[in-house]
């Protein structure tokens, strides 16, 4: 059995369905109770409390092991949830970091990432590592100006980065899950070719087969916007990430061709599986 954590999300949805569909036997975790495809057995438990995941891992060969903000809240421990993976008997854990443990190592968000990756490889457990630039779905929080106003807001219009499809992050995560040749292995995952938001809204609106209006946000009307779903100091970072992206976030790294015999999607595939989003 593999116990998905982050099930009902962007990368864990479609993670959950490809082990289902490939005869796994998958617990899929999230806090709220969700709809699992056919045969997936669903465990509500928060990972910001690890001894909550006992009924989860029971009997689990594996973990995908997907943190949200939640790493970061008081009392929090995700430390922890390795070392309750090993004591419930898993002998694998695929964890999805960041990117910006290795480009950007130093912020609070990434420092507690990188001890967490210091903890997964200090166990006795088989691991692999993936370290995804920003995703595609981020594109989600323009949902309701394009829905409202048809209008996408956004900062640094024409700066870009390789974003990566969360589905092609779920396929690496899948082949991690099941493949022993992966064990040890730390990826990079970018999607196939810098994009830049103004042209992230065009591929938006092809897909919808309608003009979409671009307004430029300044940074601090960015910030503001973003501080209602991340913490400030994430906020910040993200944001100079945005503005000013590295040579090392601006490359296109090779790990999902080499990992999946196949090349990245761009963004216009996931814009075109996410029309109804923006409607
Ligand atoms: N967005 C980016 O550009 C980017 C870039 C690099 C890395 N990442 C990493 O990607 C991850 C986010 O992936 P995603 O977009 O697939 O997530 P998502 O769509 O936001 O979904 C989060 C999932 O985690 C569950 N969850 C949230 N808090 C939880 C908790 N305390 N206990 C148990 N389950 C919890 C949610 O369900 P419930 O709410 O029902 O619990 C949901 O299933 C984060 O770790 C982030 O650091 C993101």
């Known amino acids: 059995m593999i116990v998905v954590t982050g099930a009902t999300g962007n990368v864990g ?7 289902a569909e490939a005869g796994q036997q998958v617990t899929a975790v999230s806090r709220h109770a969700a709809a699992v495809p056919d045969g997936v057995r669903h465990v509500a438990a928060d990972l910001a409390e690890p001894a909550g995941l006992e009924p989860a891992l029971a009997g689990a060969k594996a973990l995908f092991l997907l943190l949200s903000g939640d790493l970061h809240a ?23 970091s960041t990117q910006g443990v290795a480009t950007r190592p130093f912020g609070a968000t990434r420092i507690a990432m990188r001890v967490l990756e210091d903890v997964l490889r200090g166990s006795g457990l088989e691991w692999a590592i993936l370290r995804p630039g920003g995703f595609a779905s981020n594109a989600l929080w323009w949902a309701e100006s394009i829905r409202a106003q048809r209008v996408v807001a956004a900062p640094f219009g024409d700066v870009g980065v390789p974003i990566i499809d969360p589905a092609d992050i779920a396929e690496v995560a899948a082949a991690c899950l099941l493949e022993d040749r992966h064990t040890g292995g730390v990826y990079e995952l970018t999607g196939p070719e810098v994009i830049t938001p103004r042209q992230q809204a065009q591929a938006i ?20 916007a973003m501080a209602h779903s991340m913490p400030a100091e994430l906020a910040e970072d993200t944001l100079t990430i945005l503005g000013s992206p590295s040579p090392a976030e601006l490359r296109v790294s090779p790990d999902v061709q080499q990992i999946l015999g196949r090349a990245p999607r761009p963004f216009a595939d996931w814009a075109a599986r996410n029309t109804a989003a923006f409607r």
């Open 13 to 19: 949805r479609p993670l959950t369905r490809a082990l």
């Open 205 to 224: 609106a092809d897909a919808l087969g309608e003009p979409l209006r671009f307004h430029d946000l300044t940074r601090d009307e960015a910030k503001a």
């Open 74 to 96: 008081a009392g929090a421990s995700p430390a922890d949830i390795i070392g309750q993976a090993e004591a419930s008997g898993v002998r694998r854990v695929v964890l999805l």
